[in-house]
């Protein structure tokens, strides 16, 4: 089974900043793209970020220039470097491997970021 450990949400005031972070084995890690997704309140999940094996990123549009995902390879860790947050950023943050040899993605259990205004 695979396991993915969100930490670092919590309660931000608007113009904030955030770091969350993901934890997984090593097996998982090293081998599969890694991303960050959303579901703001009352709508569907949405992608934030990704980044391959190679360290190739991909961003939503409404996140490019504040947000940077990066990978920490001794550490087996995801992280999501949250900068100049808005309100419209709040919801709930999921951390997600894409299992290539299964086809199929995992998913940790989720971290609240608030953002007041």
């Known amino acids: 089974q695979v396991q993915l450990v969100e930490s670092g949400g919590g309660l931000v005031q608007a113009g904030g900043s955030l770091n969350l972070s993901c934890a997984t084995s090593?097996?998982?890690?090293?081998?599969?793209?890694m991303g960050w997704y959303r579901q703001p309140p009352g709508k569907e999940r949405e992608l934030v970020a990704t980044i391959n094996v190679g360290g190739i990123t991909n961003y939503a549009d409404s996140v490019k220039g504040r947000f940077s995902i990066s990978r920490e390879n001794a550490q087996n860790k995801v992280h999501l470097q949250m900068n100049n947050l808005k309100p419209e950023d709040t919801g709930v943050y999921f951390c997600?491997?894409?299992?290539?040899?299964?086809?199929?993605?995992?998913w940790g259990q989720g971290t609240q970021v608030t953002v007041s205004s």
């Open positions: 997600s491997a894409y299992i290539v040899i299964k086809g199929v993605r995992a």
């Open positions: 090593r097996s998982i890690f090293a081998v599969n793209s």
